[in-house]
């Protein structure tokens, strides 16, 4: 079993900037695809970035080069770094773990990731 906590997420003015951190623990030992989610009322939630434990990316198109993510393996932490934000950003940030045994999925493969955090809240005005 792996526990996420995400934290980080805010209100923040367009075209600024927040830092997304998501702690893992339990069984974080092995080979991980981590990744952040994303979600609004109403709608499906969409991946936003993957990161493997060889440390490849992969973003969603709608990132267009704005977020990067990246992991602290001491610290066990998992970050969304997000500029040049816009309104349409507003949602509710998830970070997701699955294990892969050394791959990793695509941003879209939401539904294969069985590790969820709580959720941490963006605002962008």
């Known amino acids: 079993q792996v526990q996420l906590v995400e934290s980080g997420g805010g209100p923040v003015q367009g075209g600024g900037s927040l830092k997304l951190s998501c702690v893992a623990s339990?069984?974080?030992?092995?080979?991980?695809?981590m990744g952040w989610f994303r979600q609004v009322p109403g709608k499906e939630r969409e991946g936003v970035a993957t990161?493997?434990?060889?440390?490849?990316?992969e973003y969603a198109p709608f990132v267009a080069g704005r977020f990067t993510i990246s992991k602290d393996k001491d610290k066990n932490t998992l970050y969304l770094q997000m500029d040049s934000l816009k309104p349409e950003d507003t949602a509710m940030y998830y970070c997701?773990?699955?294990?892969?045994?050394?791959?990793?999925?695509?941003?879209?493969?939401?539904?294969?990731?069985?590790?969820w955090g709580q959720g941490t809240q963006v605002t962008v005005s």
């Open positions: 990161l493997d434990s060889d440390d490849s990316t």
């Open positions: 339990g069984d974080t030992d092995g080979s991980y695809c």
């Open positions: 997701a773990a699955e294990s892969t045994g050394g791959y990793c999925y695509t941003p879209s493969a939401v539904a294969d990731f069985g590790y």
